[in-house]
């Protein structure tokens, strides 16, 4: 699985940014989208998740800011972010859980995606 990230960049603290990652390859289907990010001297969290059934998971700090969403149909995640503050300063690497056509499933990381919030 190939995932193709886009979407970061500068903004200022209050503004708004939206990621989105594409799959591409041999998928039969994807049972997981999500996202980690990783700030500077910090380890890698977890952001948020959705499953294909649309389960939805968000951590602490992103709740109520940020939206994750799907495009089953494109393979698309998306996730929409709001009232973004200094802390949210990552790189920003989705991930899916996808289940092959040869029925196997695989984890696949897209690259990373650098989201800077001035304040």
């Known amino acids: 699985v190939q995932l193709q990230a886009s979407g970061g960049g500068l903004v200022q603290a209050g503004g708004s940014l939206r990621l989105s990652c594409a799959a591409s390859?041999?998928?039969?289907?994807?049972?997981?989208m999500g996202w980690y990010r990783q700030a500077p001297g910090k380890q890698r969290e977890p952001v948020a998740f959705?499953?294909?059934?649309?389960?939805?998971t968000y951590a602490d700090p992103v709740k109520g800011r940020f939206t994750i969403s799907r495009d089953n149909a494109k393979n698309t995640g998306y996730l929409q972010m709001n009232s973004l503050k200094s802390e949210d300063t990552a790189v920003y690497r989705c991930?899916?859980?996808?289940?092959?056509?040869?029925?196997?499933?695989?984890?696949?990381w897209g690259q990373g995606t650098l989201v800077t919030v001035s304040s």
């Open positions: 959705i499953t294909a059934g649309g389960t939805i």
């Open positions: 991930y899916a859980q996808a289940l092959m056509t040869s029925r196997s499933y695989v984890d696949s």
């Open positions: 390859g041999s998928i039969f289907s994807i049972n997981v």
